[in-house]
């Protein structure tokens, strides 16, 4: 499974790539492998206030429709617009293409409720067993 160690994980599988007062977030290969092939998702309005740990976003898949929940507070400045056509990013590429949306971080100390690349792994490892 690929687990990057340069991105922070929720232990609801979402990741989140911080670049200084922005961040990029999505979903886990583990979570897009366990829903199977996506088929729609429905992201973040452009300006919409998103909190830690609350819905943010939907993702449907042949499997399910799951809920995504803002691994940080702050305010959508951009979406990842070729999600609208081509869902299945989400499936080949998790973790670049297929983002879902770009946050400016409103309190940057909440990093600390999330997990490194390690913790994240041994987590999965463990759902696993």
């Known amino acids: 499974m690929n687990v990057p160690q ?4 929720t232990k609801e599988h979402e990741w989140v ?4 007062k922005i961040a990029y977030i999505g979903i886990t290969e583990y ?17 919409a206030v998103v909190e830690q740990f609350k819905f943010c976003a939907t993702v449907e898949s042949v499997k399910a429709a799951s809920d995504v929940y803002a691994p940080l507070s702050g305010t ?10 081509h869902p ?10 297929g983002y ?11 990093k600390t409720k999330l997990l490194n690349a390690d913790a994240y792994r041994t987590y999965i490892e463990g759902l696993a067993a």
């Open 6 to 9: 340069n991105l922070l994980y």
């Open 17 to 20: 790539r911080i670049e200084g």
């Open 31 to 47: 979570a897009q492998s366990s829903l199977g092939d996506i088929t729609f998702v429905d992201l973040p309005k452009k300006g």
């Open 76 to 85: 959508v400045t951009s979406i990842n617009e070729e999600l609208s056509a």
């Open 88 to 97: 299945e990013l989400v499936n080949h590429s998790p973790y670049e293409q």
């Open 100 to 110: 879902f949306c770009v946050i400016e971080i409103k309190d940057a100390s909440e």
